[in-house]
T-cell receptor, first 112, second 115 residues
Framework: GENVEQHPSTLSVQEGDSAVIKCTYS??????FPWYKQELGKRPQLIID?????GEKKDQRIAVTLNKTAKHFSLHITETQPEDSAVYFC???????????FGKGTLLTVNP | DAGVIQSPRHEVTEMGQEVTLRCKPI?????LFWYRQTMMRGLELLIY????????DSGMPEDRFSAKMPNASFSTLKIQPSEPRDSAVYFC?????????????FGSGTQLSVL
């Protein structure tokens, strides 16, 4: 089955800096790669996603890049703000299998 | 829409007791998923339904766990008998069909503590 590795497990940045979280996946058939944000004690919420026919996608301060050859994708957050502090999860799914396999998460702390 | 609704929000029980978690998906969503979240193992898919039919239950840890979806607006996850290692947050999520099956909308979760 699919295996998703996520790094780093914790990340601390100063407000205004950029943050980058990286994930690798194992199943070359995977074609959908979402990112979820989970604030403390809350539910995971989808913040951005990308499909394998696209190399990069942006939404305001967040962007996701995908390298299918290397089987890795990344989340980029620019101009970080304290409210960006949360756990971020990457995930992958593909083909006729709609199961999302999640990475272990990255705890992002943005220091004011 | 109120989103995915789970109950109870918190459940504290003793080892050996039966636990039933409930979920109401977003109206019109065709797929429903049960996830378990722990610090050690992260978010694990337990089972998912499509059009009320269980499609993949390979994540259900053992026979003590069972899930049902009797209609499009209700699902249950039952643990009988419960054990301390079942302590976790259990999330239900639903997704629309028609090419968006992977876009999950999570409920608020049930925090289960088995003493």
């Amino acid at each position: 089955g699919e295996n998703v590795e996520q790094h780093p497990s914790t990340l601390s940045v100063q407000e205004g800096d950029s943050a980058v979280i990286k994930c690798t996946y194992s199943d070359s058939a995977s074609n959908y790669f979402p990112w979820y944000k989970q604030e403390l004690g809350k539910r995971p919420q989808l913040i951005i996603d990308i499909r394998s026919n696209v190399g990069e996608k942006k939404d305001q301060r967040i962007a996701v890049t995908l390298n299918k050859t290397a089987k890795h994708f990344s989340l980029h957050i620019t101009e970080t703000q304290p409210e960006d502090s949360a756990v971020y999860f990457c995930a992958a799914s593909g083909g006729s299998n709609y199961k999302l396999t999640f990475g272990k998460g990255t705890l992002l702390t943005v220091n004011p | 829409d109120a989103g995915v609704i789970q109950s109870p929000r918190h459940e504290v029980t003793e080892m050996g007791q039966e636990v039933t978690l409930r979920c109401k998906p977003i109206s019109g969503h065709n797929s429903l998923f049960w996830y378990r979240q722990t610090m050690m193992r992260g978010l694990e898919l337990l089972i998912y339904f499509n059009n009320n039919v269980p499609i993949d239950d390979s994540g259900m840890p053992e026979d003590r766990f069972s899930a049902k979806m009797p209609n499009a607006s209700f699902s249950t996850l039952k643990i009988q008998p419960s054990e301390p290692r079942d302590s976790a947050v259990y999330f239900c999520a639903s997704s629309p069909g028609q090419g968006q099956r992977e876009k999950l909308f999570f409920g608020s979760g049930t925090q289960l503590s088995v003493l």
